[in-house]
T-cell receptor, first 109, second 116 residues
Framework: QKEVEQDPGPLSVPEGAIVSLNCTYS??????FMWYRQYSRKGPELLMY????GNKEDGRFTAQVDKSSKYISLFIRDSQPSDSATYLC?????????FGKGNQVVVIP | GAVVSQHPSWVICKSGTSVKIECRSL??????MFWYRQFPKQSLMLMAT?????????EQGVEKDKFLINHASLTLSTLTVTSAHPEDSSFYIC????????????FGPGTRLTVT
């Protein structure tokens, strides 16, 4: 079983829609949870990070963690064409991150 | 803050030659840096963890004699791909953890290596 599972299927949404992304993980020892955004041919950019179960909001972005289910989500409200990118979940502990495969998101104007 | 740079951003080399990639934390000190490799439409694969002043820790399956890592200062780590082959062509990305900070990794922009 992989440490982090993220369905890599591409996702196309119309501008203004809510984007919902999620990952599951297997190691309950993981302590922190992050979402990165990666534009084509660029390095990942840290979007959100959290260390506890519950919701964390930052502008149009909400990260949700459910440690009991080992499930994390990212929601993007009022999506914009500039949100078109690949989103990777990253889950970690002991100075090490395990990444999901990434979801390519396309926001159509 | 938390800017990481990489140089070069793009390099083409001939098979059998060596290539050095630099990773710098520009506005913070990084006790730990990481090197990843990413193939097209794939996720990031950790190659090694580099701690300042000590030997790098390589992930299983990564040849330490082929991918030489040096972390000589709190702001610089280098990855040297020795005797490069076409199958080493990939996108190499470094990241850094801020000294005294928590666990967030800040990534460089990546280096695209093409071996002909």
């Amino acid at each position: 079983q992989k440490e982090v599972e993220q369905d890599p299927g591409p996702l196309s949404v119309p501008e203004g829609a809510i984007v919902s992304l999620n990952c599951t993980y297997s190691n309950s020892a993981f302590q922190y949870f992050m979402w990165y955004r990666q534009y084509s041919r660029k390095g990942p950019e840290l979007l959100m990070y959290t260390y506890s179960s519950g919701n964390k909001e930052d502008g149009r972005f909400t990260a949700q963690v459910d440690k009991s289910s080992k499930y994390i989500s990212l929601f993007i409200r009022d999506s914009q064409p500039s949100d078109s990118a690949t989103y990777l979940c990253a889950i970690g502990g002991n100075n090490r991150l395990a990444f999901g495969k990434g979801n390519q998101v396309v926001v159509i104007p | 803050g938390a800017v990481v740079s990489q140089h070069p951003s793009w390099v083409i080399c001939k098979s059998g030659t060596s290539v050095k990639i630099e990773c710098r934390s520009l506005d913070f000190q990084a006790t730990t840096m990481f090197w990843y490799r990413q193939f097209p439409k794939q996720s990031l694969m950790l190659m090694a963890t580099s701690n300042e002043g000590s030997k790098a820790t390589y992930e299983q399956g990564v040849e330490k004699d082929k991918f030489l890592i040096n972390h000589a200062s709190l702001t610089l780590s280098t990855l040297t791909v020795t005797s490069a082959h076409p199958e080493d062509s990939s996108f190499y990305i470094c990241s850094a953890i801020r000294a005294g900070g928590t666990y967030e990794q800040y990534f460089g922009p990546g280096t695209r290596l093409t071996v002909t």
